[in-house]
Nanobody
Framework: QVQLVESGGGLVQAGGSLRLSCAAS????????MSWYRQAPGKQRELVAH???????HYVDSVKGRFTISRDSAKNTVYLQMISLKPEDTAVYYCNAYALNSDYWGQGTQVTVSS
């Protein structure tokens, strides 16, 4: 199993920045893929970004150029650096790990962007 703990959410004005962190309970190199998803009120959960074990990354079009997913293997932590935030980025952000043929989720962290 994999336990995930997110942190770093908060309230920020439009145009501002935040960095989310996701600490995993095991080596992130043992995890096939780590991701950030988000869910806005009344909407379905959507993918934001993946980082694969080999280091490649993938982003949804709406965040390309503004968000960066990265990892620190020494800390078993994945980050989501968010810049140029927009009100439509407001959501609960969830960390996800795909390992052992299963999906694991963190508890979520709220990001609110005011206009």
């Amino acid at each position: 199993q994999v336990q995930l703990v997110e942190s770093g959410g908060g309230l920020v004005q439009a145009g501002g920045s935040l960095r989310l962190s996701c600490a995993a309970s095991r080596s992130i190199f043992s995890i096939n893929r780590m991701s950030w998803y988000r869910q806005a009120p009344g909407k379905q959960r959507e993918l934001v970004a993946h980082i694969f074990r080999g280091g490649s990354t993938h982003y949804v079009d709406s965040v390309k150029g503004r968000f960066t997913i990265s990892r620190d293997s020494a800390k078993n932590t994945v980050y989501l650096q968010m810049i140029s935030l927009k009100p439509e980025d407001t959501a609960v952000y969830y960390c996800n790990a795909y390992a052992l043929n299963s999906d694991y989720w963190g508890q979520g962290t709220q990001v609110t962007v005011s206009s």
